[in-house]
Each structure stands twice: as structure tokens, then as C-alpha cells.
């Protein structure tokens, strides 16, 4: 480009950027035409630049040569062009849930969800918690009327729903769905919106997979009593739905703003289209247990990092769209970041902050994954919390204590417990709790270890069929009230992590990949995903 040439499009520039509120500092007038004579798209591009530009300007109208290469990174870090491979979603910023039952559908209110609700707030949740699953069960192929089924197997087959208060009276076998409770005596009932009935028989009759807990959503196949009880021949969980079937479903529920909404509902996810490169370069490295008060921790965390740090310096892609591998790492870093010995409630504000302070310093130590590389922190039922650590959503560990990594690693987000990302595109939910070991404590019923041997098995299946993260008696798993639809696994996502201290697990289950990362302070264990193959790999320091 001519000198000429290069004033007039500098002129142009110029222009675009009044255009847009924005002013070119000297300097930045030459990156830009850098880009220009780049060739490619070019054009879309430096739209999408200057729109970063307005949005990244942090209230300044000027735009130097440093503002055009942050903008321009924060687009590389996306692959490419396309929507961002990473988006961190706000539990707490979701819109109130509620159900209109004449229309047996889910609305979003514009409103916020509050954390403050009143008594009638626990039915309503318990009761949104129970309609969800029967509009699934009545979606399923075996519960369709003959004359809406697809399947012409299933004709044949057909189940119909029977609710408790149609019990009354009737002969035979009936299908039923309801929450199983069990009460005094040791005795157990079923109980739907309206109604509830004495069940007999439940110790002794066939059970699916999956775990039978005080307030478990269930579906029950038996027969009336002359005394007027429900006599149990089959115990089950409600079938689970295809993530393809609850969206073409799921009308004007969106609590998160994270789908596209046409005339007839949602159409699909906002962040489907990111690049091709992001797709295939992406890696989700997880990892739980990070005690950061234990040095043998901090040393393997180093060893970890050095790798990555390693593979991340090599580049991808070529000539000005070459950019780190370390752009496509996500790091989850799951707590509890303090071992068993310093628990919550042990430890001063200070140590705390020290234990956060080393972790920065040792991430400072490997600037190309601090600088390119995105890190996610989710809080463990130990760890310091803005709000009740016991109550899910657990709140993110307080910037008190996460401002010293914030100054060493550029992509950092503190999120809460579950947190919810879309990583290229693919809805993944991540919950670092002590869930199975909850789980065996409240069930009421012995898992069927003829379906399966393992009880992760049972944990996946039980969380999927529930359309729930957390599906246990509010007695013992306490939850914001309003905010529970944040818990729900409805859609099920792509995929779903349970970020506990028991053994790793991989587990596909109707098109949900769930897994385990392990304790990586205990075994140094953690888990890769790559969204490209869907498909995650355990991995462990202990390999030889």
C-alpha cells in the first residue's frame, strides 16, 4: 500500500470510528491498516473489532495501538471469528420460573429470581420440580396416545398415566407418577399436587437402576387394595429425555438468555456457531480438590501446568490469524481449595487470602497460559462463600480472596456451585459436591446392583432422570427456594460434571457425558474434554 493509499484509508478508518463514538489515536492507525492489507474477510473482522472496541473501551472514546491488540486478542480467543468458545453463565442473574398449568407450560418472567421468598415458595418449587418430569414422562414415546406415537414398536406398548385422585374406585394395574416419601413406622406414600396414597409392598417389588431417596420423583406400576392402599409390583425412575427432544419443547422458558427465541420459541442455542478452529483446538481441563495448603498440592499443580504451559507456547493457525494453542485451554478448578484439616470455619480471612496468593504466584509462573489460557474457579462446601456455603446455588469465593489471581491471569471467571458454561457450543454443568456419599445417606431403598454394579452409575441415571443436579429431600439439601430451576438438568446438558472426592468415572448416558474428575490433591487425577470428538480422557500424574 502506497503512502497515498494509506492516508486515504486511514481517512476511512477515521470515519468508521466517528461513527461509532470512537477516536484513533496516531499510533493506532497502523495496526489497522495492517489488518486491511491481511486480505481474508477482512471486512467482518474489523467490524467485529470496532464493536469490541466499543465495548471494551471501559468509558474512553480514544483508541490507541494497545486497545487494538487487546480487542484483537479477545477475537482470536474465540478461534477466529464466531461466537466465544467460552461463556460463563451467572446463576444468580437468572429471570423468575413459574408454570401455568391450564397451558402445561414454563414461562421466564422478565423480573430477577430473589433469594428471599416466602413459605408458599417451597410448594412452588417442589411442585415446578414435579411438573417438569411429568411433561417429560407424557412426551415419551410409551405414555403418547396411540394416535400421536411416531413409533409403530411402541403402539403396542402403550402406558397411560393415572393420577392419585383417578385411583379411587378403579380395578387393575395402573401406572403412576409421584414423589415417594416415606413416614413414620417406616411406611411409605405417593404424593402428587393434589393427592397422596398409602403404598404397600415397596421393600419387595422390582426396582430400576438408580437411588430411591425421601422425595424422589418416581413412577409406580401396581394395583388398588380392598383397604384402599397402592400395591407396588414395579418401582422406577421416570424415563429420561433426549436434550434434541426437551428443546423442540421447551416454548419461551429461557431464565438465562442463553437461547435464540423465534415466533414459536426457542430455535437454538445463541453460542452454536463458533469456529472451526476453536472446535477442534478446545480442551476443558478439569480438576477438583485443589488444596492449596498442602505443598505436595501446589507441586503436582506445577508439574500439571508446566505441560500445558508447554503445549500451549505452540501455535495455531497462520501468518496474522496465528495465535497460542494455550487461547483454546479452559481450566476448571474445582475447590475444596483447602484440605479436610483447615476446613471452613478454621481458618482466619488472612490465611485464606495467603492460600490464594500462593496459587496466583504460581501462575504467574507460566505467562503464556495466564495471559491466553481461561480459568474457571468453582467453590467446594468448604470453601468461603458471599453467601450460605450450605445452600445451593453455592455463591463464588468472594473477590476479597480472588483479586490476587485476577491480576496475574487475564481470563479469569469465579463462578458458582453448580456453574453453568457453554464451551463451543455445548451446555456443560459442573457441580463440586460430596454428592454420592449424600446420596447413600438419604436413600430409602437399596440400589439394584443386578443393573448395576457401580453406584456412579446409579448417581448419573438418578440425576438425568430427576432433570435435576441436586434432587434430595430439602431436609437434608438445603436450596434457594426461587432459584431452583437453576439446579435443573432440563435440557440435559452435553455435559455433565460431578466434581467429587470418590474414584474417577466416565459415564455416557442418553446423550449426556457425565464424569468424575477425581481428587487431584488425593490421587492426581483430573479430566480433559475435548468438544470436538465430545469425548473426555482421565488423566493422572501417577501414569507411567
Known amino acids: 500500500m502506497s503512502a497515498a493509499q494509506q492516508r486515504l484509508a486511514s481517512k476511512k478508518l477515521s470515519a468508521m470510528c466517528r461513527m461509532r463514538g470512537l477516536e484513533l489515536r496516531p499510533d493506532a492507525t497502523a495496526p489497522l491498516c495492517d489488518l486491511v492489507n491481511s486480505g481474508g474477510d477482512w471486512q467482518n473482522t474489523l467490524q467485529e ?36 468458545a467460552l461463556e460463563v453463565l451467572d446463576l444468580f442473574e437468572m429471570r423468575a420460573v413459574e408454570y401455568h398449568p391450564e397451558r402445561q407450560e414454563f414461562i421466564s418472567r422478565p423480573e430477577r ?53 383417578a385411583l379411587l374406585g378403579r380395578k387393575g394395574m ?10 413414620e413406622g417406616g411406611r411409605f406414600i405417593l404424593e402428587d399436587a393434589y393427592s397422596y396414597i398409602e403404598l404397600e ?12 431417596a425421601s422425595s424422589t420423583i418416581v413412577l409406580v406400576e401396581g394395583e388398588i387394595t380392598e383397604t384402599g392402599t397402592l400395591f407396588v409390583k414395579v418401582l422406577g425412575l421416570p424415563p429420561p429425555e433426549l436434550r434434541s427432544v426437551s428443546m423442540a419443547s421447551i416454548g419461551t422458558c429461557d431464565p438465562f438468555g442463553q437461547y435464540e427465541t423465534g415466533k414459536t420459541g426457542i430455535t437454538g442455542s445463541k453460542t452454536a456457531q463458533v469456529s472451526q478452529t476453536a472446535l477442534e483446538q478446545s480442551m476443558l481441563i478439569v480438576l477438583s480438590d485443589l488444596w492449596l495448603d498442602r505443598p505436595s498440592t501446589l507441586k503436582q499443580l506445577e508439574e500439571l501446568l508446566s505441560g500445558y504451559e508447554m503445549v500451549g507456547n505452540e501455535t495455531v493457525g497462520s501468518a496474522r490469524k496465528a495465535q497460542p494453542a494455550a487461547t483454546f485451554f479452559t481450566f476448571v478448578l474445582c475447590g475444596n481449595f483447602s484440605s479436610p484439616a483447615k476446613a471452613r470455619g478454621t481458618m482466619t480471612r488472612s490465611e485464606t487470602a495467603a492460600q490464594f496468593e500462593t496459587l496466583a504466584q504460581l501462575l504467574a509462573k507460566f505467562p503464556t497460559l495466564a495471559y491466553n489460557a481461561n480459568f474457571v474457579l468453582v467453590p467446594g462446601p468448604d470453601d468461603p462463600s458471599l453467601g450460605a456455603a450450605d445452600v445451593l446455588p453455592r455463591a463464588p469465593v468472594p473477590k476479597l480472596f480472588t ?13 458458582s456451585s453448580p456453574a453453568r458454561l457453554k464451551f463451543c457450543g455445548q451446555e456443560v454443568v459442573i457441580l463440586r459436591e460430596e454428592l454420592l456419599a449424600q446420596m447413600r445417606r438419604c436413600t430409602v431403598l437399596e440400589p439394584n446392583y443386578e443393573v ?36 435443573w438438568l432440563h435440557p440435559a446438558p452435553d455435559v455433565l460434571v460431578v466434581a467429587e472426592r470418590s474414584s474417577q468415572f466416565l459415564i455416557p ?33 501417577n501414569e507411567e
Request: glycine residues 8%; aromatic residues 8%.
Open 49 to 84: 473489532l470496532l464493536a469490541q472496541l466499543e465495548k471494551g473501551g471501559k468509558g474512553s472514546r480514544y483508541v490507541d495501538a494497545a486497545a487494538i491488540s487487546t480487542a484483537l486478542s479477545t477475537i482470536n480467543s474465540r478461534g477466529g471469528g464466531g461466537a466465544p
Open 113 to 165: 429470581a430473589s433469594l428471599c421468598a416466602n413459605a408458599e415458595a417451597r410448594y412452588t418449587m417442589l411442585a415446578l420440580r414435579l411438573a417438569l418430569v411429568e411433561q417429560r414422562v407424557r412426551r415419551h414415546e410409551l405414555f403418547k396416545s396411540v394416535a400421536l406415537s411416531h413409533s409403530v414398536a411402541n403402539q403396542g406398548m402403550h402406558l397411560q398415566l393415572t393420577s392419585i385422585n
Open 174 to 183: 395402573h401406572v403412576v407418577l409421584g414423589v415417594l416419601t416415606e413416614v
Open 201 to 212: 409392598g415397596v421393600r419387595e417389588a422390582e426396582r430400576h437402576a438408580g437411588f430411591f
Open 403 to 415: 483479586n490476587a489471581i485476577a491480576k496475574v491471569v487475564r481470563n479469569l471467571h469465579s463462578t
Open 452 to 487: 448395576y454394579p457401580e453406584l456412579a452409575n446409579h448417581l448419573v441415571e438418578t440425576l438425568l432422570c430427576q432433570a435435576h443436579v441436586y434432587p434430595l429431600p430439602v431436609t437434608e439439601a438445603a436450596v434457594y427456594w426461587r432459584v431452583d430451576p437453576a439446579l
Open 509 to 541: 448416558f442418553n446423550g449426556t457425558l457425565a464424569f468424575n474428575p477425581g481428587s487431584f490433591a488425593g490421587e492426581s487425577n483430573w479430566m480433559v474434554y475435548r468438544p470436538l470428538e465430545r469425548k473426555a480422557e482421565p488423566s493422572s500424574l
